[in-house]
């Protein structure tokens, strides 16, 4: 059995449905496996189906879970809410591939984790009879948000509260957000940035002031720091190698690069597990916008939050502090739980940590970072779709940029996948600025407009936000996050006895 033990204290030990629940751990640290034995070689997979693949793979980590827990929740999670068969299709462009995430229910990747999350978390209530209410705490950059609004909509025995930066987030984002169905659901505005919104929420865990009003409600998480959410992400991983064999671009047991626009870690972080249990993975290039702080940190071995915080067209990935960061250093150091405690602590009282030589030069055998200025990802966004005919957000755009310029770089030119992590149409009026340099007010005319340009369909969810009712108008000052929090948990409390 797969033990999951704290970053911060590797005593603090739970197994993987336990670890499910619990999201993060008490001391602020992130469950990680504590050794990974199991291999899924990907001759297994080749032939399989998504979701065929998924159950073994989330089984292998996910292993004190039945079989047939497993398998309902893979096919509970990846059916027709997804518009695609295959869930996550590869497009070919110029020096690469792109696998498209974005087919779900909210159009962004974080869908294939999170429509399987309150599934998971669901069944570990099952296996322990608990009939107590677990309320999920979500900070979201623009896409976890929704997605995990979507998932857990009307799940017994769960309640979800989305806190949101303000500004930041794109028009459709925040519409979708605030439209949201439920009789479970709460999502809230906050007067501060992304890292503001998680502080809030990994505080909230060991808050004196929240755990005291937590009667009869237990508090979990559905950001990548749950282990339930980053499983489900290897995935596609090994999915997308098993289409490479299959079209005969590459031979089984060939390396592959992936390129992973990267905001909190999560996804990359699934790349580097995928590589641990045996995909052949060459290297995992990491994406950054404007704030790229972990360009920096591949660079110098430095992570420094001494700079500003800013906003760009791919809100998703404005991050300064990224969370799953601590769990690659801790598998690197062997599990080191106090020397990733005392880092952790740097960061918190100065703003910065340095990694000794022997782990960057680790961590650099893996990943290689690049970032992307606004007027590239621009310029990415018009170039593929003028010269290739592919359409694609400023997310998605900032890979394909990285990719480039790490082909021309190194003259590495391993087969590269570049994952696809929204639907264009979320950032519509900034995609079809970049395409026609014409600016749109409104962001619904800039969705017929691009929808005209391009004749790709816009998705059904996008689609019929524009007459849909906002129900949630509530916004907050960061400084009173915890109190906002223990308020919601007394009322849960109450509506349950
Ligand atoms: C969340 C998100 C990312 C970044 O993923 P992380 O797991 O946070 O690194 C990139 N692109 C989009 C569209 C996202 O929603």
Redesign the pocket.
Known sequence: MTRYISTRNKEDSLSAHEAVIAGLAKDGGLYTPESIDVKVPVEEILNDSYQECAAKIIRALLDDYTEEEIHDCVYGAYDSKFDTEKIVPLKQIRGGWLMELWHGPTS???DIALTILPRLLTAAYKKENRNDIVSILTAT????GKAALSGFADVPHTAITVFYPEIGVSPIQKKQMATSRGDNVEVIAVKGNFDDCQRMVKEAVSSKEVLDACYGVTISSAN?INIGRLVPQIVYYYYSYAQLVNNGTIDCGDPVNFV?????????LAGYLAKQIGLPVRKLICASNSNNVLTDFLATGVYSLDRRFLTTM?P??D?LI?S?LERLLFMLSGNNDIKVSAMMDSLKAKGSYRIDDVMLKKIRETFSGYWTNEEQCALTIHDLFVEQNVLI?P?TAVGVSAMERYQKETGDYTPAVVLS??SPYKFCRDVYFSITGEKKDDDFEAMDALEKLSGVKVPANLAELKDMKVRFTRSIEKEDGLHVIAERMRGLGNAQN
């Open positions: 962004a990747f974080k950059s623009g896409d976890t990548s992973v626009p990267t905001g909190n870690f999560g996804d990359i791919s998703s990935m991050i990224s799953n957000d997310h992590t929204a």
